[in-house]
């Protein structure tokens, strides 16, 4: 429903633009920087709603692809969370129920190190 909003509130917009441009048709002087020129304003509005769009489009884009980049470095980050907290909640588990817990130096999840102590030193504390 957003989407049908915004394609009507931009054909409304490009229906005004238009109807300004027509409106407008008398030639104008428009200044580069290296020179003058006699347009007719109609080109000179529609050529600057036309490149208003598509610089608006491109940053737009830009940051679509920056924040669908971020999310995938979130979700990848959250993988790896969730299964460094199994791994602690099932040594959490085994050592409420008094079970030995397999000595290891360091749990490697996906790149994540998490130091570790041995069974022994847990059980003292």
Avoid: C
């Avoid at 008398?26 to 003058?36: A, H, K, M, R, S």
């Avoid at 099932?90 to 409420?96: D, P, R, S, V």
């Amino acid at each position: 429903m957003k989407f049908q909003w915004s394609l009507l509130f931009a054909l409304i917009f490009a229906v005004i633009v238009a109807v300004f441009a027509v409106v407008n048709v008398d030639v104008v002087p428009v200044n580069y920087f290296f020179g003058t020129a006699q347009w007719p304003l109609i080109l000179v509005i529609l050529g600057s709603a036309l490149l208003g769009a598509l610089v608006s489009g491109s940053v737009a884009i830009f940051r679509f692809f920056v924040l669908q980049r971020r999310v995938s470095h979130l979700e990848k980050d959250n993988t790896m969370k969730e299964a460094l907290i199994a791994t602690q909640q099932n040594e959490i588990y085994a050592l409420k129920r008094n079970e030995p817990v397999p000595y290891q130096d360091s749990h490697a999840i996906d790149g994540l190190h998490v130091e570790e102590t041995s069974a022994d030193a847990r059980s003292t504390s």
